[in-house]
């Protein structure tokens, strides 16, 4: 009877290591994040609570049941993400532990999609999280989204995860040294009684025109993406036009590299597009990642485009107005 006990816990013990070599992936329903628990013998409330170190008053609820009923072996649960049991950023307790958890990439999806759907984490902390070096994806590649905070002495998911969160992601932005103009240096003198200096005449500032100056060199008006857009154009097609309302999203792209992007609605991703500031004429070639997520703050919208690129089209924060011209294949 003995040794029939310790076959079955063994295979308890190997049955739970397995499940931990598999990845954890958040599932969202009605804009809640959870993950998906199966019931396991003489497992309780508490028990799993214990596991995801989250509160069976919240669990019972959230799977709309009591505490008080019983769980079935094999029942789904949906284990509520919380600030007790979700990171997203910061660090971990003391006692705590992270355990990484994972989106898994689907067609159109992009970064600033997934980002959207789990708590508008920015593009640029997934791909610090996940070691990305640019922002093309792989449908059915598993990406980190956050982790799962659980107890180092009460949950078996401890084992193997990690006590400090990786750090956030550092946008780089390049700042210019300003040119002092000639004949403002102060030179020293070792003189002391010095006759008053003359008030100088104030002059009205001189108006400033804006100049298209993001732009790196090398990639020429428009970007690095404009014999892409040549290319296109020149293999034939039906040439699109569509203007609307445009809003930015933020990229590390086109600072430096003169690599546009943007997201929209019903082209085809790695198309190149035209886009056209409708009041001063300026214009960038930018590539489509995938759609334009479906929430709330963008209806309405033709476009989001790179926050690079929108600096280059000289727009304002909000939304404004585009012309955007492809060759649909």
């Given at each position: 009877?003995?040794?029939?006990?310790?076959?079955?816990?063994?295979?308890?013990?190997?049955?739970?290591?397995?499940?931990?070599?598999?990845?954890?992936i958040?599932?969202?329903?009605?804009?809640?994040l959870?993950?998906?628990?199966?019931?396991?013998?003489?497992?309780?409330?508490?028990?799993?609570?214990?596991?995801?170190?989250?509160?069976?008053?919240?669990?019972?609820?959230?799977?709309?049941?009591?505490?008080?009923?019983?769980?079935a072996?094999?029942?789904?649960?949906?284990?509520?993400?919380?600030?007790?049991?979700?990171?997203?950023?910061?660090?971990?307790?003391?006692?705590?532990?992270?355990?990484?958890?994972?989106?898994?990439?689907?067609?159109?999806?992009?970064?600033?999609?997934?980002?959207?759907m789990?708590?508008?984490?920015?593009?640029?902390?997934?791909?610090?999280?996940?070691?990305?070096?640019?922002?093309?994806?792989?449908?059915g590649?598993?990406?980190?989204?956050?982790?799962?905070?659980?107890?180092?002495?009460?949950?078996?998911?401890a084992?193997?995860?990690?006590?400090?969160?990786p750090?956030p992601?550092?946008?780089?932005?390049?700042?210019?040294?300003?040119?002092?103009?000639?004949?403002?240096?102060?030179?020293?003198?070792?003189?002391?009684?010095?006759?008053?200096?003359?008030?100088?005449?104030?002059?009205?500032?001189?108006?400033?025109?804006?100049?298209?100056?993001?732009?790196?060199?090398?990639?020429?008006?428009?970007?690095?993406?404009?014999?892409?857009?040549?290319?296109?154009?020149?293999?034939?097609?039906?040439?699109?036009?569509?203007?609307?309302?445009?809003?930015?999203?933020?990229?590390?792209?086109?600072?430096?590299?003169?690599?546009?992007?943007?997201?929209?609605?019903?082209?085809?991703?790695?198309?190149?597009?035209?886009?056209?500031?409708?009041?001063?004429?300026?214009?960038?070639?930018?590539?489509?990642?995938?759609?334009?997520?479906?929430?709330?703050?963008?209806?309405?919208?033709?476009?989001?485009?790179?926050?690079?690129?929108?600096?280059?089209?000289?727009?304002?924060?909000?939304?404004?107005?585009?012309?955007?011209?492809?060759?649909?294949?």
């Open positions: 009877m003995k040794k029939c006990f310790l076959f079955v816990f063994s295979l308890m013990l190997m049955g739970l290591a397995i499940a931990q070599q598999k990845p954890m958040i599932q969202q329903e009605g804009g809640k959870f993950l998906r628990h199966s019931v396991a013998p003489k497992e309780n409330w508490y028990s799993i609570g214990r596991i995801y170190n989250a509160s069976p008053k919240e669990m019972a609820p959230f799977n709309n049941t009591s505490i008080d009923k019983g769980l072996i094999g029942q789904s649960l949906k284990i509520p993400l919380t600030t007790t049991n979700f990171l997203q950023s910061g660090q971990p307790a003391s006692d705590e532990v992270l355990v990484p958890l994972y989106h898994t990439v689907h067609d159109k999806d992009n970064l600033y999609r997934i980002g959207q789990y708590n508008k984490v920015p593009p640029e902390q997934i791909k610090s999280w996940n070691k990305l070096s640019g922002e093309e994806l792989t449908n590649r598993n990406l980190i989204v956050g982790y799962l905070k659980v107890k180092k002495e009460l949950s078996p998911l084992k193997g995860g990690q006590t400090v969160a750090p992601a550092v946008v780089k932005t390049e700042t210019k040294p300003v040119d002092k103009p000639a004949g403002t240096e102060v030179k020293p003198t070792e003189k002391k009684d010095l006759p008053p200096a003359k008030p100088a005449e104030t002059k009205p500032p001189a108006k400033v025109e804006p100049t298209q100056t993001t732009t790196p060199s090398g990639f020429g008006v428009g970007g690095a993406f404009k014999s892409l857009y040549d290319e296109q154009t020149k293999s034939g097609g039906n040439v699109q036009n569509m203007s609307g309302k445009g809003a930015a999203f933020k990229s590390t792209s086109g600072w430096k590299d003169g690599k546009y992007y943007v997201l929209m609605n019903k082209v085809q991703p790695s198309t190149v597009v035209k886009i056209t500031n409708s009041v001063n004429g300026k214009f960038v070639y930018a590539k489509v990642l995938g759609e334009i997520p479906p929430i709330k703050e963008n209806e309405g919208l033709l476009v989001r485009i790179s926050n690079a690129a929108t600096t280059e089209l000289l727009f304002d924060e909000g939304s404004y107005q585009v012309e955007i011209t492809w060759t649909k294949q």
